[in-house]
């Protein structure tokens, strides 16, 4: 976790930013950390990053756009060099939050760089959790977990909200992945992660929705706020549902190592291999999204796959990845997608 004075520090820098500008992961972490804080602080725009896993020159333009006087990164590993220069031409303060695991490199003066793992406890909550201690909003704890329970973390706060919510959440749960595929509450997660795989208007939609929602419930409950959102949810989850009982088969007929690819207009890659990995928790997970002459790869295990998707992708030009220990993602062109797999293949059966 982070100390006291780091969360102080971040407190004063939200307090000084009178027209932040926020990045975040595009997933519920990313999300409902950007949530929390405009919540806290009622103002700010924010974008969802989908160039996985980097923050890019491509994102520089908004700079130009919305003419902030603080930028605030949340949950992305990395940040081109570009964006960075970007930043300093116009004299805009970074106040980067994340959790994994990566060497940034050397920083500059602009840059406040705040990341549990570097602390001396080396822990790496979700950036969700991270900032319901930065906002201390007791009405948003529900929030919060919705981030953590999204990023498989079961944080100590959710006894209290079972107790507010005993119709969406049972208590004594074991685990994160318990509460996001057998509870109501993990239900609202689902929900909140489909609306986020939508056009920028409508991702907008939601994220307006989310400032102002008083309840969990509001959020199952159906209504002319929230139609919307629920809509896109059942036309998601019907996708889902028959790309998940594709990759169950394959999961069931693997041995050490279940890999799924499949195609279409969406990627679902994340969501799918979580849920592998709760059913088949003994096995490697890897899931590929094929577009084009691009793929995006899931590896979920209960080893440390981190490793290998590293030494893997540095085998590979033009592949990116990272992640966590036990939960990786990686972009690369499609023609490596096999010497990916067999890679993984091969460092099992030493």
């Given at each position: 976790?982070?100390?006291?004075k780091?969360?102080?520090e971040?407190?004063e820098h939200?307090?000084?930013?009178?027209?932040?500008l926020f990045f975040?992961d595009?997933?519920?972490?990313?999300?409902?950390?950007?949530v929390?804080?405009?919540r806290?602080?009622?103002r700010?725009?924010?974008?969802a990053i989908?160039?996985s896993?980097?923050?890019?020159?491509?994102?520089?333009?908004?700079?130009?756009?919305?003419s902030?006087?603080?930028i605030f990164?949340?949950?992305?590993?990395?940040?081109s060099?570009?964006f960075?220069?970007?930043?300093?031409?116009?004299?805009?303060p970074?106040?980067?939050?994340?959790h994994?695991?990566i060497?940034?490199?050397?920083l500059g003066?602009?840059?406040?760089?705040?990341?549990?793992?570097k602390?001396?406890?080396?822990?790496?909550?979700?950036?969700?959790?991270i900032?319901?201690?930065?906002s201390r909003?007791?009405?948003?704890?529900?929030?919060s977990?919705?981030?953590?329970i999204?990023?498989?973390f079961?944080?100590?706060?959710?006894?209290?909200v079972?107790?507010?919510?005993p119709?969406?959440?049972k208590?004594?749960?074991?685990?994160?992945?318990?509460?996001?595929?057998?509870?109501?509450f993990?239900?609202?997660i689902?929900?909140?992660?489909?609306?986020?795989k939508?056009?920028?208007?409508?991702?907008?939609f939601l994220?307006?929705f989310?400032f102002?929602?008083?309840?969990?419930i509001?959020i199952?409950?159906?209504?002319?706020?929230?139609?919307r959102?629920?809509?896109?949810?059942?036309q998601?989850?019907?996708?889902?549902?028959k790309l998940?009982?594709k990759?169950?088969?394959?999961?069931?007929?693997?041995?050490?190592?279940?890999?799924?690819?499949y195609?279409?207009?969406?990627?679902?890659?994340s969501?799918?291999a979580?849920?592998?990995?709760?059913?088949?928790p003994?096995?490697?997970?890897?899931?590929?999204?094929?577009?084009?002459?691009?793929?995006?790869?899931?590896?979920?295990g209960?080893?440390?796959?981190r490793?290998?998707?590293?030494?893997?992708?540095?085998?590979?030009?033009?592949?990116?990845?990272?992640?966590?220990?036990?939960a990786t993602?990686?972009?690369?062109?499609a023609?490596?997608l096999?010497k990916?797999?067999?890679?993984f293949?091969?460092?099992f059966?030493?």
């Amino acid at each position: 976790m982070l100390t006291e004075k780091q969360l102080n520090e971040i407190r004063e820098h939200l307090e000084n930013a009178k027209n932040p500008l926020f990045f975040f992961d595009n997933d519920v972490d990313g999300m409902m950390s950007f949530v929390l804080l405009r919540r806290m602080i009622g103002r700010g725009a924010g974008f969802a990053i989908k160039s996985s896993p980097e923050l890019d020159k491509s994102y520089a333009n908004r700079i130009d756009e919305f003419s902030p006087d603080y930028i605030f990164v949340l949950d992305k590993p990395m940040i081109s060099q570009d964006f960075f220069r970007s930043a300093e031409q116009h004299n805009i303060p970074i106040v980067w939050i994340d959790h994994h695991d990566i060497d940034v490199g050397k920083l500059g003066d602009n840059v406040y760089y705040y990341n549990p793992i570097k602390n001396k406890e080396k822990l790496h909550e979700p950036i969700s959790y991270i900032v319901y201690k930065i906002s201390r909003r007791k009405q948003d704890n529900w929030i919060s977990l919705a981030g953590c329970i999204g990023d498989n973390f079961l944080p100590e706060f959710i006894s209290e909200v079972a107790y507010e919510y005993p119709e969406l959440l049972k208590r004594n749960i074991k685990s994160a992945f318990e509460v996001l595929y057998n509870s109501e509450f993990g239900k609202i997660i689902s929900i909140i992660s489909s609306a986020m795989k939508d056009r920028t208007t409508n991702v907008v939609f939601l994220m307006n929705f989310l400032f102002k929602v008083n309840s969990p419930i509001d959020i199952l409950t159906e209504s002319e706020s929230n139609c919307r959102i629920l809509d896109r949810y059942k036309q998601i989850n019907h996708t889902y549902e028959k790309l998940l009982e594709k990759a169950k088969r394959v999961a069931r007929s693997s041995k050490r190592i279940a890999f799924f690819q499949y195609g279409g207009e969406l990627s679902m890659s994340s969501d799918i291999a979580n849920e592998l990995s709760y059913r088949f928790p003994s096995k490697i997970i890897i899931v590929a999204y094929v577009k084009g002459n691009i793929a995006n790869v899931s590896v979920r295990g209960s080893v440390d796959v981190r490793k290998i998707t590293i030494e893997a992708i540095k085998q590979m030009p033009g592949a990116t990845g990272g992640g966590h220990e036990n939960a990786t993602g990686a972009k690369m062109p499609a023609e490596y997608l096999l010497k990916f797999r067999n890679l993984f293949e091969e460092y099992f059966r030493r």
